[in-house]
């Protein structure tokens, strides 16, 4: 299971608008491969993305991190980007090999 090193993406709108991102708030879908029958293991390709809409300007934003972990518990890539007419602040969205046990909230 892969996860995001980040808690929260901020971005900027052409318009200047900065607007943060919760990573959980990300959907994610996975698609899962078998590599063969010879028990060569499940290459899952995971893609994140968060779409909203600018508060200031109006204009439809899509975040969209695309990751690999194969074979199983190793991150292969994670490739952050950002639809066009917005940019990063800092550190783009990125996403790795979750290792912390569940924790209890509560
Ligand atoms: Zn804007």
């Known amino acids: 299971m892969l996860?995001?090193?980040q808690k929260e993406a901020k971005v900027r709108c052409?318009?200047?608008e900065e607007i943060t991102a919760p990573t959980q708030d990300f959907e994610l879908e996975t698609e899962c491969y078998e590599h063969g029958s010879e028990g060569m293991?499940?290459?899952t390709v995971y893609t994140f993305s968060y779409e909203f809409t600018c508060p200031k300007c109006g204009r439809d934003i899509t975040i969209t991190v695309s990751a690999d972990e194969y074979p199983e518990g190793v991150c292969n890539y994670s490739d952050p980007s950002i639809s066009?007419?917005?940019?990063?602040?800092?550190?783009a969205p990125s996403v790795a090999v979750d290792h912390t046990p569940p924790e209890d909230e509560r």
């Open 41 to 43: 293991g499940v290459d």
């Open 84 to 91: 066009e007419g917005a940019e990063f602040i800092g550190e």
């Open 3 to 5: 996860a995001f090193n």
């Open 14 to 16: 052409e318009c200047g």
